[in-house]
């Protein structure tokens, strides 16, 4: 048991922060639906908040999560921003809120898979 919950533990940090060659905009789009997808049923009912929206994580946050630029998420976003598949809302940077408006995109465009317009 205690095998199973550290394989999987490993397995989640290899898929949201591993080193690879692809895209700033793959990592980003990875991570947001991470943490997207790990809203759990008792946060939804306990908080009131809905599933694929994700609460808390600055733009600082991210990048340090994921080793990189702080202009390079910023781009990222603004990239996942323009053609709907996620909005931020907050009226600052230390209290962001983001929606994923397009669950399937994000991991899609993780995979590789270019960005509609």
């Not at 991991?107 to 270019?114: F, I, N, Q, R, Y």
């Amino acid at each position: 048991m205690l095998h199973h919950v550290l394989s999987e533990r490993l397995a989640i940090q290899e898929m949201v922060y591993r080193l690879d060659q692809r895209p700033t905009l793959a990592h980003v789009a990875e991570l947001l639906h991470y943490l997207a997808r790990r809203i759990s049923t008792l946060d939804i009912i306990c908080m009131r908040r809905n599933p694929g929206v994700i609460h808390g994580p600055t733009q600082k946050d991210l990048t340090d999560a994921l080793g990189l630029s702080l202009a390079s998420v910023e781009k990222s976003m603004r990239v996942l921003r323009k053609p709907d598949v996620i909005a931020s809302s907050g009226r600052d940077r230390a209290n962001r809120s983001y929606a994923v408006l397009d669950p399937e995109t994000p991991m899609t465009v993780a995979l590789g898979s270019p960005l509609a317009a």
